[in-house]
């Protein structure tokens, strides 16, 4: 049973995957967020990868709508140009084709 459960696992890693429902307002990864806001001159709360993911994700404690959708409005903010727009859809198609 666990050699058949490594088999199915090893084919279904194989396999292509695809995503039905993606936010391109919640892909933006941290460090493009800090490039797009050097270039566009925005204030950010904070300068550095590991302190900006608050701003940017709920965490285990998030029981509300109105906090998961907040961290869409900080990412917005970043996407009010055609550059800024195709970078993120680039990566974060990437980011998808890596996990294939």
Request: net charge negative; charged share 25%.
């Amino acid at each position: 049973m666990n050699q058949d459960h490594s088999s199915a696992k090893s084919l279904l890693e194989q396999l292509p995957k695809v995503d039905l429902h993606v936010h391109l307002d919640g892909s933006v990864r941290p460090e493009t967020v800090l490039e797009l806001a050097k270039l566009e001159g925005i204030e950010l709360p904070a300068y550095e990868k590991e302190a900006l993911l608050p701003f940017m994700q709920v965490n285990d404690t998030c029981t509300s709508l109105t906090e998961y959708l907040s961290k869409f409005d900080f990412t917005t903010r970043f996407l009010q140009t055609g550059p800024a727009l195709e970078r993120v859809a680039y990566e974060t198609v990437a980011q998808a084709a890596s996990h294939n």
